[in-house]
């Protein structure tokens, strides 16, 4: 019995150097070193972007990427195209189509490195450039975490490098003194939980918040039922479900399954958004504050 225990401790051992070695993601792909409890205990209300109170009417589009992995060993990365195709939406002779800020939904980084973190920032300030050649001042990039950018203790590189610098908040929207305005929600699930002091401090904001809603995450809800890629905790997703259909949630957008799904919810619906960098694929919202309605256009490709 020793030696078969023996054998089965070593056979372990092996499997996870092999695992550890084969990628750049460390020990931390088994263990979460910092816990989403320690990180997200109060929602924090930032700064809304200047882009979107300079518009010219109560609509205009928000671009939506998510799993861009930069540090991936994959080689077919394709920023420029991605560039030349933002340069061509902020030409549109439709001002509502003209992105005025941008929304990562996680695994922005693959393993949570500082260089990682760089890159990514270089790609945001590029699309800013871009943005104010074409007239659009305060282009903004809002970023959450996905599991990915936790690897190798990644929290200590995001909240040093990656804006907000925080990974639970949220800001308010108002295009013209004749629109409610919009709610953006901003969650941390880089652990797979939002834990209970998130969820409270969730619900509190959102119950004394009367504007349509928008919110963004990194882990699904539902996800068409694929319980291994959705929030883990059955309870916890569920008092999610009842918190959004109550509280005028129009829109839940997330990342982690690198697939385009739209789900209807009842009062809200979910959009799972494909892999910008697997997928090379991302979302337009437009969005009309005067209705406090969103319509998405998926799947665009670069």
């Given at each position: 019995m020793k030696v078969k225990s023996a054998f089965a401790a070593a056979c372990f051992l092996v499997l996870a150097c092999c695992l550890f070695l084969s990628c750049n993601l460390g020990f931390y792909w088994f263990v979460f070193g910092e816990d989403v409890e320690d990180r997200a205990k109060e929602i924090i209300v930032i700064d809304s972007p200047d882009s979107v109170s300079e518009t010219t009417g109560e609509k205009y589009s928000v671009l939506v990427v998510t799993d861009l992995h930069f540090g991936s060993e994959?080689?077919?990365?394709?920023?420029?195209?991605?560039?030349?195709?933002?340069?061509?939406?902020?030409?549109?002779?439709?001002?509502?189509?003209?992105?005025?800020?941008?929304?990562?939904?996680?695994?922005?980084?693959?393993?949570?490195?500082?260089?990682?973190a760089e890159e990514y920032n270089n790609f945001a300030d590029k699309l800013a450039d871009l943005a104010e050649e074409a007239g659009i001042h305060g282009f903004t990039s809002y970023s959450i975490v996905g599991n990915h950018d936790l690897y190798n203790h990644g929290w200590s590189v995001w909240k040093k490098k990656v804006y907000p610098d925080t990974s639970f908040y949220v800001f308010n929207t108002k295009s013209d003194s004749q629109s409610q305005g919009m709610s953006w929600y901003f969650l941390d699930t880089g652990n797979g939980t939002l834990g209970k002091p998130q969820l409270d401090s969730l619900s509190e904001t959102m119950e004394n918040d009367t504007r349509p809603k928008i919110v963004s995450m990194h882990y699904p809800l539902y996800c068409g039922g694929i319980v291994q890629l959705c929030i883990q905790n059955s309870m916890e997703r569920n008092l999610l479900m009842s918190l959004f259909a109550r509280n005028n949630v129009k829109l839940v957008l997330e990342g982690h399954a690198h697939r385009t799904k739209h789900y209807d919810c009842g009062n809200f619906e979910e959009h799972l958004i494909s892999s910008y960098l697997y997928s090379r694929a991302f979302t337009l919202l437009t969005v009309d504050e005067k209705s406090g309605s969103v319509v998405s256009h998926p799947d665009l490709e670069y």
């Open positions: 994959r080689t077919d990365r394709d920023d420029e195209a991605f560039y030349e195709w933002f340069k061509k939406q902020l030409a549109s002779d439709d001002e509502s189509l003209k992105p005025r800020f941008m929304i990562c939904l996680g695994d922005i980084l693959d393993g949570g490195h500082k260089e990682e």
